[in-house]
């Protein structure tokens, strides 16, 4: 099972499907003297999925899942300092090559300028050990890659009029992937690239007596050295318009829609692709409803060198059925479409879950999941059928 992690300043982990047991705990020290403010969180699961390799053949494995995470807030003479530290791993029993491990550090200073603007500057640096498979149909080969982030990001936000307000984002990141190491001795094998990733931004909100109408523009880069086998990279430019409605007959909405120009030197593509997003939530009867709809392109979640073209719709329901319990019900549909190699990946699934809260530090959590992949160029489907039972505790 491939591991993704994001590095943008803060990593955020996705743990797998299964029949998992959790438990959280965690810990606040707070001066109020100086203004810092100390967190512990401790989180450990048992996962087991049928689908340990994420592929076409069910393979059932254990999974130990621990993840740490320490953050130091404290106020200092320049502004709001923010410390964290992450340490987490996926044991894995039985394949033992996809056992993922990570470290993350961040470090970010927030800071009041006059009375109208907020400067946050952040940096980022994330290790990872990252376990995955080369599957040559009858032989399944386990591989391990190294690779290390560096992120940093400067986002200056203002109220430039009583109903205006602009927030200017400037980002960037620099992945370094190592060869990967091919189990029983088999060498080396170059299965990732590095990354240099760069991004500007700029939204304009505007609010009126009934709406908020914001603007949104993007210039992404992304950038592969020349050398390697992977490079393509591509450029991006997007431009958005959206609103944000609180109330339409009921209904909280927000939509908005635009496009995005994605090019690259290689000529896989260049072309404009209509860039939309839609959600609708409605509390009715007791049932809380959330519909969303979305349409992006994805450089970063994909098995593409260049990117993927992404729709996807979500429904979800969710109802207090008696003290404490409440049900919730989902479903989704998403299509992939490969910028480069153009493979198309449809999926769907649905889930069915049970959060029980006997108190406000304690929650219970069953889940059932069952979900369908469908690549259409490779012609391989993966069918994944998994339950999940959790505990949490915070102290």
Known sequence: MRLHLTALLMATVAGGSGLATAQEQTVVHEDAVTGAKSTATILQEMIVTNNALDGPFPVTDTIIHLRGALAHERDTAIGKLDLGITLETFEHRDVEFETDRSANVTAALTRVIGERFVLKTSLGYL???????????????????????????????????????????????????????????????????????????LIVTHALPTMV?????????????????????????????????????????????????VSDALSFTDRIYPVYALTVERQLYGISASFSLKGSIDTVDTDDPLGSYVHRAELELS????????????????????????????????YVALAFDPTSRISFLMRVDVSEINRTVFDIRENTVSGTFGLRVSL
């Open 127 to 201: 290790a990872e050990s990252t376990g995955d498979d080369l599957d040559l149909g009858a032989v399944i080969i386990g591989t391990r890659t190294f690779g290390q982030t560096f992120a940093g990001e400067i986002d200056l936000r203002g109220q430039l009029t009583p109903r205006t307000a602009m927030a200017l984002v400037l980002s960037g990141s620099h992945e370094d992937v190592s060869d990967a190491k091919l189990d029983a001795g088999l060498g080396t094998l170059r299965l990732s690239p590095d990354v240099n990733r760069a991004r500007a931004g």
């Open 213 to 261: 109408l914001r603007l949104t523009g993007r210039f992404d880069v992304v950038d592969i050295p020349e050398d390697d086998a992977f490079a393509v990279g591509s450029r991006a430019v997007t431009l958005i318009t959206g609103a944000t409605l609180p109330d339409v007959l009921g209904l909280a909405v927000d939509g908005e829609a635009g496009f995005t120009h």
């Open 319 to 350: 109802r207090p059925l008696i003290a404490r319990l409440t049900g919730s019900i989902g479903i989704f549909g998403e299509l992939r479409d490969n910028l480069a190699i153009g493979n198309e990946e449809e999926a769907s699934g649905i």
